[in-house]
C-alpha cells in the first residue's frame, strides 16, 4: 500500500538528508485484525531496539504511525499523522468493524491505555493537523502541536483559466465520499460537470458510485480519468473551475493545499475535518453542509460566478502563502 | 502473486544483503509479480535484545494486506526469517553466525563474551531448529550456508545462487600489472594477510584495494602494516568506488584476490568470472571455494602469507596462464547457469 504516509515519510527522509543528516525509513508492517494482532504488533514494536547501529548512537527518532511510534527511544518526537483511528474517532463508525468483535472493547482499551501511558514518553509530540490535535487532546488528554507540511513538488503548482469542470482528486472511496458528490450533481440546477481522479482500491463502492452516475443520467457530466500522473494531475487542477474535496474527518489532506497553490477554490464540507483549516467560507472556498442539496448549492455558485470563483481561488493562494508552510520549519521543530 | 521479501537490517548499513534483497524484488517484479521488500530493524546486542527481537518478528502479521492475500513470504535474514506465514519460503543468506560457527571465534565472537551468552546461543539456536522447519521450503545462498545449517542444526536447505548486480555489464579486457581486491575492509575479509602476503612475494607485485572500512581501526591496522612492511609503492588503497569503476578496475587486472574467511558466498568471485580473471582464494575461505577450481579457474591458498605470496607470483610471472585461467572462470561461471529467472521459479514452486 502506498498512500499519503509513504509520500510524507519519503518526503522527511529527503528533507532530513538535505540538511545533512543520516535519515532512513524504518516501516514496520501493520495489519489491524483480527483485533488481538493489534495487540501483538503494539508488543512487536516496544520490543524493537533502535537506539544505536553498530554501536552508533541514533541520534533521534521520529515516529510518524500508529503502532510504530511506540517504539521505544531516549530521544524520540512524535510527529502524529493520524492514531488508530477505529479505535477513537471512528469506533461504532458503519465503515468499520473493531467495534463488532467481541474483544474489541477490549483492544480499543488497550489501545487507549498505550497512547496515553507512551506517547508522553516522547521529548516532543507534534501532529500534522490541528485536527489531529484536536483528536488526541479529546480522547487520550494530551497536547500536541500542529506542524504543517507542504504536499509533494509544491513548486510545481500552477494555474489556467478556469474551464468548465470541477475536479475531485482522490483515491475513490467511502471516506472521500465520491458517492455524495454524484448524488449532489443530481441535483444541481447548472449543467455542473465533475473529471474524478485517483485509483479505485474498494470494488464495491466503485460499482456504487458507477451506479449513482449512471442512475441519474449524470454520464455526460462525469468524467472518471483513474490513476493520472503528478503532471496530469496539476495540469487537471491549472484548469479546473473549483476543487471538490468534502472527505469525512479529513487527517490533514494534501488536497485542499493542492487547490490552493493552482489558485482554485475548494468545496469541502462542515464534518471534513483537516480542510477546515485551510478553506474560509466566501473567502477561499465553500463550506458546505454534508447534504447533497448543500453541496449542490455550493456547485451551482462556483459554476454560476466565475469571476467570484476566480477572485476565491486567488485569495486561497494568498492564504497558502501567508501559513509559511514548510519543511525547514517542520525539521527544526523536530529536531530541536 | 503477491509476494513479500522479508529480511533483517541494520539501519544505516548497506551490504550484500541489501543488495540481494532489491535484486530480488526486481526480478520478482519482471517475473510479473507485485513484490515488496520488508526489512525489520535488527541490533543484535546487548544479547539480551536479540530474543526480543525474535518474539517482535513472530508476532507479526503478514497474511494479509488490506484484506487480500499474500501469497507468498520469502524469508532472508535472521531473526525476520522466522515471521510466521502459511506459505513461506526461506531463502537463508546465514543464520546469526556469532551463535553458530563464529561463536569462539577469536575476533568475531561476540556472544561469548557475556554471562547469558550461553543462554542467548542456545535460544536462538532452539529457535532456529524448531521454527525454520515451519517454511514451505528451505534454500541457502550457497553450499557453505547450507553445510552449516545441516551441521548446527540438522536442517537440508537447497543451495540457489544468484548473479551479482548488474551481472551483464562485466567484461574482460586486457592484464595491466596489479591484482584487484575489492572489498569492505574488515578483519573477516583479511586485508591484512594480502599485505603480508605481499611482503613476502618474490616478485614487484601489486595491489589495489577497494572498498570502504567497517570500522576506522581496520583501515589503521592496514594502514600501520603497510608502513611497516615497506609496501607503499606497491599498494594503492582507492577507497569507495562507483559501480562502472569497479568494472573497469576488474576489467584491467591481471587477477582478483578474495580470501576471506569462510564467507557466505561471495559476489566477488563471480564478479571476478564474469570479467574472466583468474581468482585467488584461500582453503578456509568458504563460499569462493565453490566457484575457484584450485589451477583452472584460480589458485586456492593456504591461509598464510607464504602460500598467498606464492599464488600471487605464480600469476604475476605466467601471464598467459592466468589469461586462461581466467577464460576458464568466465565459462564456468556460464555453466553454472547463474539467473534471476531461476532463481525466483525455484523461489515460488
Redesign the interface.
Given at each position: 500500500m502506498r498512500g499519503g504516509a509513504e509520500v510524507l515519510a519519503e518526503g522527511l527522509r529527503r528533507v532530513l538528508a538535505g540538511a545533512g543528516h543520516q535519515a532512513e525509513i524504518v516501516a514496520i508492517p501493520f495489519k489491524p485484525y483480527p483485533p488481538e494482532r493489534i495487540l501483538d504488533q503494539m508488543l512487536a514494536c516496544r520490543l524493537l531496539d533502535l537506539s544505536e547501529v553498530a554501536g552508533m548512537p541514533v541520534d533521534r527518532l521520529i515516529g510518524l504511525k500508529f503502532p510504530a511510534y511506540l517504539i521505544p527511544h531516549p530521544h524520540k518526537v512524535i510527529w502524529m499523522l493520524h492514531q488508530h483511528r477505529q479505535a477513537y474517532d471512528l469506533w461504532q463508525h458503519p465503515l468499520n468493524d473493531l467495534h463488532t468483535y467481541a474483544n474489541g472493547g477490549d483492544v480499543r482499551a488497550s489501545i487507549h491505555a498505550a497512547d496515553t501511558k507512551l506517547l508522553p514518553q516522547s521529548r516532543g509530540l507534534f501532529t500534522i493537523s490541528r485536527n489531529v490535535s484536536l483528536r488526541l487532546k479529546t480522547y487520550c488528554g494530551l497536547d500536541a502541536t500542529p506542524l504543517y507540511h507542504p504536499p509533494q513538488d509544491a513548486g510545481c503548482f500552477y494555474t489556467r483559466p478556469a474551464e468548465n469542470f470541477l475536479y475531485f482528486p482522490s483515491r475513490i472511496d467511502p471516506l472521500k465520499r465520491q458517492n455524495l458528490v454524484l448524488e449532489a450533481l443530481a441535483q444541481t440546477r447548472s449543467q455542473v460537470r465533475i473529471y474524478f481522479s485517483g485509483p479505485a482500491e474498494e470494488p464495491g463502492f466503485e460499482r456504487t458510485c458507477a451506479k449513482l452516475a449512471h442512475k441519474d443520467g449524470l454520464e455526460n457530466r462525469v468524467q472518471w480519468l483513474g490513476a493520472v500522473s503528478e503532471e496530469e494531475k496539476r495540469d487537471l487542477y491549472a484548469r479546473s473551475l473549483g476543487v471538490l474535496f468534502p472527505p469525512l474527518d479529513e487527517d490533514y489532506g494534501y488536497i485542499t493545499l493542492e487547490a490552493m497553490l493552482a489558485q482554485k477554490p475548494v468545496i469541502t464540507c462542515t464534518d471534513s475535518g483537516g480542510p477546515l483549516e485551510f478553506v474560509r467560507h466566501h473567502q477561499t472556498g465553500i463550506v458546505a453542509e454534508p447534504t447533497p442539496e448543500a453541496l449542490a448549492a455550493a456547485m451551482d455558485s462556483l459554476w454560476d460566478d466565475r469571476e467570484r470563483a476566480r477572485q476565491w481561488g486567488v485569495a486561497g493562494r494568498q492564504r497558502y502563502d501567508d501559513l509559511h508552510i514548510d519543511w525547514d520549519i517542520v525539521v527544526e521543530n523536530l529536531l530541536a | 502473486m503477491r509476494v513479500?521479501v522479508v529480511t533483517s537490517g541494520?539501519?544505516?548499513?548497506r551490504g550484500g544483503g541489501e543488495i540481494l534483497a532489491d535484486n530480488l524484488c526486481r526480478a520478482l517484479s519482471r517475473a510479473g509479480h507485485d513484490a515488496e521488500l520488508?526489512?525489520?530493524?535488527f541490533?543484535h546486542y546487548p544479547p539480551n535484545?536479540i530474543p526480543?527481537?525474535i518474539?517482535?518478528?513472530r508476532?507479526?502479521?503478514?497474511?494479509?494486506?488490506?484484506g487480500v492475500r499474500i501469497d507468498r513470504v520469502i524469508g532472508l535474514r535472521f531473526p525476520a526469517y522466522l515471521t510466521p506465514h502459511p506459505n513461506k519460503t526461506i531463502w537463508l543468506l546465514h543464520q546469526h553466525r556469532t551463535a553458530y560457527e563464529l561463536w569462539d571465534h577469536r575476533t568475531a565472537g561476540d556472544l561469548i563474551h557475556y554471562p547469558d551468552g550461553p543462554v542467548i546461543r542456545d535460544t536462538i539456536r532452539q529457535a532456529d531448529r524448531e521454527l525454520i522447519p515451519e517454511a514451505k521450503a528451505v534454500y541457502t545462498v550457497s553450499k557453505n550456508v547450507s553445510d552449516r545449517l545441516r551441521r548446527f542444526c540438522g536442517i537440508a536447505g537447497e543451495p540457489l545462487y544468484s548473479p551479482p548486480a548488474h551481472a551483464a555489464q562485466f567484461h574482460g579486457g586486457p592484464a595491466d600489472g596489479y591484482f584487484f581486491f575489492p572489498s569492505r575492509v574488515s578483519r573477516m575479509k583479511r586485508q591484512l594477510l594480502v599485505i603480508e602476503g605481499l611482503a613476502r612475494c618474490r616478485e614487484k607485485t601489486r595491489v589495489r584495494f577497494a572498498g570502504e572500512a567497517?570500522h576506522p581501526g581496520e583501515l589503521a591496522a592496514c594502514v600501520e602494516a603497510i608502513r611497516h612492511l615497506k609496501m607503499e609503492g606497491r599498494v594503492e588503497w582507492l577507497g569507495w568506488i562507483s559501480e562502472e569503476q569497479k568494472r573497469e578496475l576488474y576489467a584491467n587486472c591481471l587477477g582478483v584476490i578474495f580470501p576471506p574467511e569462510d564467507e557466505n558466498y561471495g559476489y566477488v568471485t563471480l564478479e571476478a568470472m564474469l570479467s574472466s580473471k583468474p581468482v585467488i582464494t584461500c582453503s578456509d575461505s568458504g563460499g569462493p571455494l565453490e566457484f575457484v577450481v584450485d589451477r583452472q579457474t584460480g589458485l586456492v591458498a593456504d591461509p598464510t602469507p607464504e602460500s598467498l605470496g606464492q599464488a600471487m607470483d605464480a600469476l604475476w610471472v605466467d601471464r598467459r596462464s592466468a589469461a586462461a585461467m581466467g577464460e576458464a572462470g568466465r565459462a564456468r561461471y556460464e555453466d553454472l547457469k547463474i539467473s534471476w529467472e531461476h532463481a525466483v521459479e525455484k523461489l515460488l514452486c
Open positions: - | 513479500l541494520v539501519p544505516f548499513i520488508i526489512s525489520i530493524p541490533k535484545r526480543d527481537h518474539l517482535a518478528c508476532l507479526l502479521d503478514l497474511t494479509e494486506a488490506c567497517d
